[in-house]
């Protein structure tokens, strides 16, 4: 429901699994180690998706933002229980 960018997700990863979130690759290594075209296609490049129809038919989702989904799929809140 609410569009994230890929560098977006780290710190909400790593708060949802009690862990460093890490740092992002440099994409002139991610070129260099799987070559410039399998590195734009399958790692840097990046699509805006919504799900527009679904919010239009009333559709509600379960967990409004990716740091909710990560609680809830490994089982941890806010408060680090």
Partial sequence: PEPIRPRDCGAP???ALSRPSGRPAPAFALR???GAEQADGMLLA?????A??????GHAYRDPDLRSALERL???TR???
């Fill in 13 to 15: 990863r790593g708060a």
């Fill in 74 to 76: 490994f089982g941890r």
């Fill in 52 to 57: 527009a129809v679904r919010e239009r038919l």
């Fill in 32 to 34: 260099a180690l799987l």
């Fill in 46 to 50: 990046g699509q805006r998706v919504r």
């Fill in 79 to 81: 408060d680090g229980a």
